[in-house]
């Protein structure tokens, strides 16, 4: 069952993560374009675009990346730890960094995600909330994640160096 939900997960994920980059090239192509060719006009929110796009991109992709172990680190301690001792260190690794995403999101995302004051991106005209939200679902989805990862090292699933499965 958990192998099923972190399939599903990583489907969502790369839906929405492949989506967003699909969404960023096409929104450079437009604005490529736009200035190679002297009688289109320069759109003025294809910078901005860009930008959002990218940093949804990153938030749906960061649980990806906690799923295939690809986030760097330094593995000198990690390799010198015992086969046996190797799961509980990820357990307890994995745990913390659950910890602190929750953490990050209860008591700081919410609180500048959600800014009462009324703010506008500069071209688009759009409420920054709409951008803000990506913190919520980058800390989310690590959140999940790592939640996810910690109950298959728990329950017995292998320790991953680094492959998405």
């Given amino acids: 069952m958990l192998r099923t939900l972190s399939k599903t997960l990583n489907k969502f994920l790369t839906f929405f993560a492949c989506f967003f980059v699909i969404a960023f ?5 437009i604005q490529i374009v ?6 289109l006009p320069i ?3 294809t910078e901005e ?15 990806l990346a906690v799923q295939a172990n690809s986030f760097v680190a330094v593995d000198i301690l990690t ?4 086969k046996k001792f190797k799961r509980l260190y990820m357990i307890c690794l994995n745990v913390l960094l659950c910890a602190f995403a929750v953490f990050f999101e209860t008591k700081c995302v919410f ?11 500069t071209a688009m005209e759009i409420p920054m909330q709409w951008v803000f939200f990506a913190l919520v679902i980058l800390f989310g989805m690590l959140a999940v994640t790592y939640f996810i ?4 090292l728990a329950t017995g699933g292998e320790v991953r160096e680094g492959v998405l499965q």
């Fill in 25 to 29: 090239c096409v929104t450079v192509i």
């Fill in 34 to 39: 736009c200035r190679s060719l002297p009688f």
């Fill in 43 to 45: 759109p003025s929110w």
């Fill in 49 to 63: 675009l860009a930008r959002y796009c990218f940093i949804y991109a990153v938030a749906f992709a960061a649980g």
């Fill in 79 to 82: 390799n010198m730890i015992p």
């Fill in 111 to 121: 609180r500048f995600a959600f800014l009462k004051a009324r703010m506008v991106s």
């Fill in 149 to 152: 990862e910690i109950l298959l």
